[in-house]
């Protein structure tokens, strides 16, 4: 075994797993914690929950792009230096945060956030599903890999909760851009791209597999014409859509019936607490249910987890609701990931997650705007929470009666 892959009996790849959790960690602060900003936006300046959510929206777009791009070039080259370029970026834009003074100076400077932390998702995932590709523990090393995110809002929630409390929520955001770029930078060190596809052989050993095999799959072009990458797609862009409500909106509508500050913030950071397992189990399931089952449990607990907090009184309903909410989210999340690499191959993994993620983060990036614009209207998220249980439920039966396409031989023909 060369010392590409292998340091002294370790297998490289696992260290790659570690640099990329790290990395998917500071995309979990970055996702889940505007919803603890969110009030001490609204009362400093007096703006509109439809205006302060806005600036997320700005911030998913420039996360849309970023995956998009950042997929396209994991493909092809090294993820190195793409990573440490996306933590210059995510550190510098979130750094700026504290510095603004209106609505426009949060969106640029988000969006600058945005573009860094697309790369923080689409590279790691599809790095550590090529070291890992036809090797065993190939889901658990994947499912590690995307519960850094849930780890993430578990850790910076209540910390980032209590810095705004002691500090400033200006303070605050200064704090985290530079944590961004000293954990992204230092972890791209780490990272690199598989030189040759490890797998093991009859005899137990590790063996080589020539680097054709793994680009023996699906093209981007002929994958996205599939009623299969469609289904995936339209699945995927449903879970951005809830989740992406529920990260910003949570905290408000939790105190807005009473539920104090401290607690809410704590059900955010146990909401993505609870996805590591969900984003785990899933590597053992694939196994032997396949991805495709487990994506459709997912979708139907989302759907469901959502009744308790359209029903929102007591704070147990709330914990109740992260519980589920946080388990299924991290079920679909590694689900996405699984089923795109076993329906396509490894190819142009990075590019069709990048792909998937940036129609789901375009669409998505507007769901709190249309969030907060309907509470300000109608002073209620009922509608916004009935609308996303049907979707939850439309996108299990989706994942139903999806099909896996044929091998991309026997789709050019070949027999």
């Not at 340091?7 to 790659?16: E, L, R």
């Not at 060190?189 to 093991?200: D, M, N, Q």
């Not at 899933?282 to 469901?304: H, N």
Request: charged share 10%; net charge positive; hydrophobic share 50%.
């Amino acid at each position: 075994m060369s010392e590409e892959t292998s340091i002294p009996n370790i297998f490289y790849g696992w260290f790659v797993v570690a640099a990329c959790f790290a990395t998917t960690l500071t995309l979990g602060e970055a996702m889940w914690i505007f919803g603890i900003f969110f009030k001490p936006l609204e009362n400093e300046f007096g703006w509109s929950r439809a205006l302060i959510s806005s600036g997320y929206t700005i911030f998913l777009m420039g996360h849309g792009f970023s995956v998009l791009a950042s997929g396209r070039l994991a493909d092809r080259h090294s993820p190195r230096p793409i990573l440490f370029v996306s933590g210059l970026l995510a550190g510098i834009g979130t750094a700026m945060c504290s510095q603004i003074q209106s609505i426009n100076q949060l969106r640029f400077f988000l969006f600058i956030g945005g573009l860094g932390a697309g790369a923080t998702w689409s590279v790691p995932t599809s790095t550590v599903q090529r070291w890992f590709y036809q090797k065993p523990r190939a889901g658990l090393a994947l499912s590690l890999v995307v519960s850094g995110v849930g780890v993430g809002g578990l850790i910076f929630a209540p910390i980032i909760n209590y810095l705004i409390l002691v500090y400033t929520w200006r303070t605050t955001y200064l704090i985290i851009g530079i944590s961004y770029l000293i954990v992204i930078c230092v972890s791209s060190l780490v990272i690199k791209k598989a030189p040759v596809t490890i797998r093991s052989t009859a005899e137990g050993h590790e063996g080589i597999t020539n680097q054709t095999e793994i680009d023996n799959g699906w093209t981007t072009a002929k994958a996205i014409l599939t009623s299969s990458f469609a289904g995936i797609s339209l699945i995927h862009c449903i879970g951005i859509v809830a989740f992406q409500t529920v990260c910003v909106h949570l905290v408000p509508h939790a105190t807005d019936v009473g539920i104090s500050t401290t607690a809410s913030a704590a059900a955010l950071g146990l909401l993505g607490g609870f996805s590591v397992p969900g984003r785990i189990i899933p590597g053992f399931l694939s196994e032997k249910m396949g991805w495709q089952r487990t994506l459709i449990l997912a979708s139907v607990g989302l759907s469901l987890s959502l009744l308790f907090l359209l029903f929102l009184t007591k704070a147990w309903m709330l914990y109740c609701f992260v519980f589920c909410f946080g388990m299924s989210h991290g079920g679909r999340v590694s689900s996405h990931l699984g089923i795109l690499g076993e329906f396509f191959g490894m190819r142009s993994l990075g590019e069709l997650i990048g792909i998937t993620t940036a129609i789901g983060m375009f669409i998505g990036a507007f769901a709190p705007y249309l969030a907060g614009f309907i509470f300000d209207a109608m002073r209620s998220y009922s509608l916004t929470l009935s609308i996303l249980c049907i979707l939850l439920m439309a996108s299990a039966v989706i994942a139903h009666i999806m099909k896996k396409p044929r091998s991309y031989t026997q789709h050019k023909g070949y027999q």
